[in-house]
């Protein structure tokens, strides 16, 4: 992935909503 990667919150609530 050379793109860069979205702010860590967006990661989390997109990985595990339960953590947001």
């Known amino acids: 992935m ?3 990667l ?3 919150p967006y990661a989390l ?3 595990a909503p ?3």
């Open 6 to 8: 979205p702010p860590l």
């Open 13 to 15: 609530d997109a990985l």
């Open 18 to 20: 339960e953590y947001s």
């Open 2 to 4: 050379e793109h860069k």
